[in-house]
């Protein structure tokens, strides 16, 4: 017995060392993601059956986008203009006047697959169709049942469906939403996309034109599995981290708890041991399974000691296990297994009596929440691990620790989870409502009345039953952190009840359920609260003197890009700068109209009126900055007293919209989120532009002591004028008012306005945070920036690795500020910005004497880089990058 046992054990170690991330068996499991084809079911007369047999000629039929939805094919396939470009989405049928058949479509994929021997078994897996659907194997139908929802995973035992030869044809006809909504221009059209268990954008809101086959199609990963007998289904890992915490210290332990569904879909008995295996640990639990028999096992818990934990973006490091999850019969044959990435962490959350708000703390700690609003990666759901790493990094670039995936959306992708695992960005994640459509407000757009949108969906159960299944798919991640039941409204009361009182406490039970995004029970809106919002520009005083709700779920403003971002989907007719209409959002220019401009105003002419689209971008960029570190510096400084946490509306756009966001659709970042990422960092000094005061942040758990705080300004020719430096200390996790500039400032910046510059040095005279301010003369105008001379600037590149970077600016001693310089790794040849990349830092100012060094993370594919600078009173400079 000694003999089997450690045999058993260094056969699961093994499958550990041989860890995939998927949660599937690595070598056991496929994505059929190419080869398909598509034809649309109207112009067909065969019969299903008929057209799912491999001697049924396809070959005629277009190249199919799978995953994706039947625009992403028919974008492919160049039937469709760009729908992101200009206004060409308005030459694209709209399936409300089309017609439902004019997006029904059939799909189909030719793969090699044999019959299993013995035992084993062939699963057919969809992770998601949208609306309905009818799947058709080697001419028999798979789903005997009809089949519904966007958010319901469909899984199949296809083995006796295989053909003899291994040569198999897949047939899958997909229908689009029941409920297409008429896109009226409201929140959602006319409301009736919400009668669908699905996201609701898709008709169309106010950052985003309608799609126009509601993204109908097989739009997430197609998978064919190979297990043995006995299968596993939605193990789920809970991690319990008992105490208060602190990174780098010696900790003690943590538990890990894991559980699974075992279901035998063999026709004779199996018995085997369900093992777990974390940290070279593992715990076993003896398992006999009937014929067909469902059993959900749970194991005992390990115990990890001294545990490398996982922790938000800024708090600490993002440690994560590798684990796998098995069953193996008493031949010590593996039926099934699922590998599963760990992160040992516990989330709480805790009423705040003082802001009368909750509060979340990671692993005992407090975190003050800085967030931002999600929507999806892409409208037209083209999905990809790339695309999700970039943005999620992008968050972690903004200093943000949160991000809200909002209700009119999707639950979001695993692969989703796994870079905010990654990068350390806890998730809130919406179910699938909206006060907008689901009638928490009076709207003349909409089709129906209050008392009857109240009640959508029209089929609750299939939403009760997707939630719980969304709930299984991503319960594992741990950045997963917080459930909210909709956005702005309650769901109806059978599925709200479902999911707070049955649904969450049996699947998940480890996580804070919000009733809905702006509930009283997360942020109680009294007499001292004046709402969410605003999502428009502000004066900068704004976000330090007027207080929003304790834990603000939404507040935001501008966002465009510059004239290169601009230029990817503005026609060149269109490229001019656009004339606001007084106390309206709209312009008058069609296309900037259509893709959802909120207007800069006089926050823009106040640094001079611009002369070109190319000057008004690039003064916008200035307000993006300064709007973005202002919002974020306004909470921070109110944090624990007004505030518990604040979700920016919203950091990123799956479209060509021209608000709202830190990067463009093209993952080009702006100001935007420069802004933030100064704003937000963990020890900083800041600038109050309520009262003119400097403030320190101490956004970590240690005390800080003697730090010397320096507070200067700089003429526009660049002459230093000291205020004051003192010494001062940090109180943990808080901010601190230290004093007032009022009456400093009143004297320098009356005539044309001036720099300031807060530094925080530590006990060694190093500079751990520089923020640099620019401020108006006393008529609110930038006049003085305008009369700078040239930058001094000089840049040197050098290659540090295979697609990195390092950039020194330097700024000589008797020369200017440099200000606002934007840099871009671009194609040596074209001129071209190349995307995504990363930057350490952008949109910098550099005082004279100072040096700055940035890195940069480009794509690898680049057989060469320059680096393009340029800035308010530096012309371009290029230099190419050289090992």
Not at 527 to 537: H, L, V
Not at 664 to 675: E, F, H, K, Q, S
Request: with cysteine; proline share 6%; aromatic share 12%.
């Amino acid at each position: 017995m000694m003999i089997k046992h450690i045999a058993i054990t260094v056969l699961f170690l093994a499958v550990c060392l041989s860890y995939c991330r998927a949660q599937y068996p690595s070598a056991r499991s496929y994505e059929l993601n190419s080869g398909w084809k598509c034809h649309k079911a109207s112009g067909l007369s065969v019969k299903p059956e008929t057209l799912s047999e491999s001697r049924y000629s396809i070959a005629s039929w277009m190249p199919a986008t799978v995953p994706g939805t039947v625009l992403t094919t028919l974008l492919e396939n160049k039937k469709i203009p760009d729908p992101f470009y200009g206004m060409n989405n308005n030459r694209i049928p709209d399936i409300a006047q089309a017609g439902k058949a004019y997006y029904t479509y059939w799909f189909c994929k030719d793969f090699k697959e044999a019959p299993p021997e013995d035992n084993g078994q062939v699963w057919l897996n969809f992770r998601g169709i949208n609306y309905r659907c009818a799947v058709y194997l080697n001419g028999k139908k798979v789903n005997k049942e009809p089949f519904t929802g966007m958010f319901l995973r469909q899984r199949y035992n296809v083995t006796r469906y295989l053909e003899p030869s291994g040569q198999n044809r897949l047939a899958v006809i997909v229908y689009p939403p029941d409920e297409v909504g008429d896109p009226n221009g409201g929140q959602g059209g006319d409301g009736t996309i919400a009668k669908n268990v699905a996201h609701q954008y898709v008709a169309g809101w106010d950052w985003i034109q309608p799609v126009r086959d509601r993204n109908t199609g097989i739009w997430d990963k197609v998978t064919i599995e190979k297990t043995g007998a006995v299968i596993i289904t939605d193990p789920f890992i809970k991690t319990t981290v008992p105490g208060i915490r602190k990174p780098g210290e010696q900790q003690e332990p943590a538990f890990v708890h894991a559980s699974a569904t075992l279901e035998n879909a063999g026709n004779t008995a199996v018995t085997g041991v369900l093992r777990y295996v974390v940290n070279e640990q593992y715990v076993t639990q003896r398992v006999q399974l009937q014929p067909f028999e469902k059993k959900e096992v749970h194991l005992s818990a390990i115990e990890i000691k001294n545990p490398r934990l996982w922790w938000p973006n800024t708090y600490g490091p993002q440690n994560l296990y590798r684990s796998v999850i098995s069953f193996v019969k008493d031949d010590q044959e593996i039926s099934d297994s699922r590998n599963i990435e760990v992160g040992l962490r516990e989330v709480r959350n805790n009423w705040n009596m003082h802001t009368r708000s909750m509060e979340v703390r990671v692993n005992g700690q407090l975190v003050f929440i800085r967030g931002g609003n999600w929507i999806v990666s892409d409208a037209l759901l083209r999905f990809s691990n790339a695309r999700y790493d970039a943005e999620v990094r992008f968050h972690r670039d903004m200093g943000l620790n949160l991000i809200r995936v909002w209700g009119g959306a999707l639950t979001e992708r695993p692969e989703f989870y796994e870079a905010c695992d990654r990068y350390g960005l806890l998730v809130m994640q919406d179910f699938w409502g909206s006060g907008d459509c689901n009638g928490r407000w009076m709207d003349p757009k909409k089709k129906e009345d209050q008392w009857t949108r109240r009640q959508y969906p029209d089929d609750h159960q299939l939403f009760i039953r997707s939630a719980a299944d969304m709930i299984r798919m991503i319960r594992n991640y741990p950045s997963l952190a917080i459930w909210c039941g909709g956005n702005e409204i309650v769901l109806p009361p059978d599925i709200f009840h479902a999911l707070k009182d049955s649904l969450m406490p049996v699947l998940d039970g480890t996580r804070w359920f919000i009733d809905y995004s702006n509930s009283d029970s997360m942020s109680y809106n009294a007499t001292g609260g004046n709402g969410d919002g605003p999502y428009g520009i502000q004066p900068l005083s704004y976000f330090w003197n007027y207080r929003t709700w304790p834990f603000n779920s939404e507040i935001g403003s501008v966002g465009m890009g510059d004239l290169v971002s601009l230029q990817r989907f503005l026609p060149k007719a269109n490229q001019v700068i656009p004339s606001e209409q007084k106390g309206s959002e709209a312009v008058n220019d069609s296309v900037w109209t259509y893709h959802k401009y909120i207007g800069y105003g006089r926050f823009v002419n106040a640094y001079g009126m611009p002369r070109d689209l190319e000057d008004f971008a690039n003064k916008a960029q200035l307000v993006n900055y300064d709007q973005y570190r202002s919002l974020t510096e306004g909470f921070i400084g109110h944090q624990w007293d007004w505030y518990t946490g604040v979700i920016i509306w919203k950091t990123q756009n799956p479209w060509t919209a021209l608000r709202g966001q830190m990067y463009d659709y093209y993952l080009d970042p702006n100001a935007c989120l420069y802004g933030l990422r100064t704003g937000n960092r963990p020890l900083h000094g800041m600038f109050s532009f309520g009262d003119s005061s400097v403030y320190i942040a101490n956004n970590t758990w240690e005390k800080k002591d003697n730090l010397m705080l320096v507070v200067k300004t700089y003429d526009m020719q660049g002459k230093e004028h000291l205020i004051t430096q003192v010494f001062c200390e940090a109180i943990p996790q808080n901010s601190k008012r230290i004093f007032s500039l009022n009456s400093a400032l009143s004297r320098v910046a009356k005539q044309e306005g001036t720099f300031l510059a807060i530094q925080l040095l530590d006990a060694d005279k190093t500079m751990i945070d520089e923020n640099i301010y620019w401020l108006p003369d006393a008529t609110g105008q930038y006049s003085g920036l305008n009369n700078m001379p040239p930058s001094r600037l000089t840049m040197h590149c050098r290659k540090l690795a295979e697609g990195k970077a390092e950039v020194t600016l330097t700024n000589p001693y008797d020369a200017p500020v440099a200000f606002f310089n934007r840099l871009s790794v671009v194609d040596p040849k074209t001129g071209e910005r190349l995307l995504p990349g990363f930057y350490s830092d952008n949109y910098v100012t550099l005082l004279p004497g100072s040096q700055k060094k940035i890195t940069i993370d480009y794509p690898e594919t680049a057989s060469g880089i320059s680096v393009s600078v340029s800035g308010w009173n530096l012309k371009e400079q290029r230099q190419k990058v050289r090992p």
